[in-house]
């Protein structure tokens, strides 16, 4: 593996909660300075087996939140990020900035609120081990969770182009989204920018600024 000259920036958080939104206005600021980046987004539906695997797990294919081993179904998050490892490497390493929409701390969250207490826990640091050891993949330089209410995240993405279970179950994006912001409190690479502001949605350029301030474009 050559050096690493890039930089691994991921977006988290909640459905609804605006990371495509926000991945867009800062490409667009990337592109108008003539920054080299690259943005890929996960599950990578349609271009695998393992993220079709997924569309048909969150479609309900195989049944209710519960009814996939949640091992099993991370393996199969993972598989699918690993495809695109040596993509995500050749970019790092010729020195761009790659955006993921949706990284390793997607699984530990959303796949994680299946399980209680301890078991949770050591979830968490099973998904560590087998996507940065066993798989290999690229650690994130730094993260950026889009904290916003559950309710409103699942209002937003209402509009959905497919049914999905996780979306579905508010019960589900709050425990997922107070993982989230465990993993916040754990790790110092983590930003958490507030999406609310008296109950409402804050405006996208107003998030978006404050992104800048944290990616230093």
Request: proline share 2%.
């Amino acid at each position: 593996m050559g050096k690493r000259l890039g930089k691994l920036l991921a977006f988290e958080g909640v459905d609804g909660s605006g990371k495509t939104t926000q991945i867009n206005l800062l490409s667009k600021i990337l592109k108008q300075k003539g920054k080299a980046f690259e943005v890929i987004s996960f599950p990578q539906y349609g271009k695998n087996e393992y993220a079709d695997y997924i569309y048909d797990y969150l479609s309900g294919k195989f049944g209710d939140i519960n009814d996939v081993e949640v091992h099993e179904l991370a393996k199969k998050y993972a598989d699918d990020r690993k495809t695109a490892k040596d993509l995500i490497t050749g970019w790092l390493e010729n020195g761009k900035l790659v955006i993921a929409n949706r990284y390793i701390s997607s699984s530990k969250a959303h796949l994680g609120a299946h399980l209680d207490g301890n078991k949770g826990k050591e979830f968490i640091k099973w998904v560590d081990d087998l996507e940065y050891k066993e798989n290999k993949m690229p650690r994130e330089d730094l993260t950026i969770l889009l904290n916003v209410d559950s309710k409103v995240g699942q209002k937003n993405s209402q509009d959905k182009n497919h049914p999905d279970i996780h979306e579905d179950n508010l019960a589900h994006l709050e425990r997922a989204n107070k993982i989230f912001l465990e993993l916040a409190k754990e790790n110092p690479s983590w930003y958490v920018i507030g999406c609310m502001q008296n109950g409402q949605m804050r405006t996208r350029e107003n998030i978006h600024l404050e992104i800048l301030k944290i990616v230093k474009t």
